[in-house]
């Protein structure tokens, strides 16, 4: 049995940064953890701090479902969980100085360096921090990876907006996953850093303010759609791909599978273009996909209906 009632859906939401204060119904103090794993931490955090408002960030569905189950055993009123990549939710759904504690246990290292881009603790999320957190307000590392620690402890310090306190081994602590009771009985090392916020910076976003449906129409030459199937584009940090083009059976209507990416933010997605009137047509965000409406998105309804001109 799932429980969805714990499940937050930004990309339905109209306006961002997201109205965290309506969301919960009050205004307290905002906690987020980056991987909640299989929720076993979240639904003992929510427990013990019932006056903070927690936000988890994940990628897997099994572990949504398991976060949930456990959520709704403890009755949780204060926990919202998101399907999201935890570095874009992190910047773009919350506002400057809005959070006071940010947490993360065991995040996946990345060994090799071909992977270092994938760590979330790369200098971009540092800057983040320094905007998303409230003055003194804190990031906390959990990790058995000694240099992983130990690259988070320079990038922050690297940053200037953080004072970073030593790394801390094999601390105590009041909790533990059934992980991390596993990796201590095998004697592998925990550390823990906390990096506390002492400069704030402002960081770009890629969303922001209303979230208004992209579309485009004009008049078009249709021997060019199926044209279209394999066509990358480019233009600065944007960049998408039309996956695939069909044609539905009963109208005069097309669907475009399109993956796009803003940096090292990416997205699939559909638009559909159909025939408003004898001349014109229109292309616009299939509702079901309902992906953010970043730079990319809103550029690939717009530059697929100039090509078609």
């Known amino acids: 049995m799932i429980y969805p009632e714990y499940e ?30 299989n929720g076993e931490f979240a639904a003992y955090y ?3 701090h019932k006056n903070i408002n927690y936000i988890g960030f994940e990628l897997s569905i099994t572990s949504m479902v398991k976060a949930q189950r456990k ?15 935890a570095r874009f939710g992190l ?36 800057e983040t921090l320094a905007d998303v957190l409230i003055e003194n307000g804190e990031f906390e590392l959990l990790t058995d990876q000694e240099w992983y620690a130990k690259e988070a402890f ?28 596993k ?14 916020k002492i400069k704030g910076v402002k960081v770009n976003r ?43 059976l009963d109208s005069n209507s097309h669907i475009f599978k399109v993956i796009s990416s803003d940096g090292d933010f990416s997205q699939h997605y559909f638009l559909v273009l159909y025939q408003k009137d004898n001349e014109n047509w229109v292309i616009k965000l299939d ?10 998105v809103k550029w690939s309804v717009k530059k697929i209906m100039e090509v078609l001109q």
């Open 91 to 126: 910047r773009e759904f919350f506002d400057s100085n809005s959070i006071e504690k940010v947490i993360m246990n065991f995040p996946v290292p990345w060994y090799k360096n071909s992977q270092a881009h994938r760590r979330i603790i790369i200098q971009d999320f540092f």
């Open 154 to 181: 320079e990038n922050a310090k690297n940053s200037g907006c953080f004072e970073v306190f030593d790394i801390e081994k094999n601390p105590k602590r009041e909790f533990l996953t059934r992980y991390e009771k």
């Open 71 to 85: 959520l709704k055993r403890n009755n949780a009123t204060n926990a919202k969980l998101i399907l999201c990549d």
């Open 183 to 196: 990796w201590i009985k095998f004697n592998r090392d925990i550390f823990k850093l906390v990096a506390k």
């Open 287 to 296: 509702s079901e996909s309902n992906p953010y409406r970043t730079p990319a």
């Open 8 to 37: 937050l859906k930004p990309q339905f939401y109209e306006e961002f940064p997201l109205q965290w204060k309506k969301i919960f119904g009050n205004n307290n103090p905002l906690h987020v953890e980056l991987g909640f794993g």
């Open 46 to 48: 929510t427990q013990k």
């Open 206 to 248: 890629l969303i922001g303010g209303v979230n208004e449906m992209p579309h485009a129409s004009g008049k078009i030459s249709e021997e060019k759609i199926k044209l279209l199937k394999g066509k990358v584009f480019k233009e600065n940090n944007k960049v998408f791909v039309i996956k695939n083009v069909y044609k539905e």
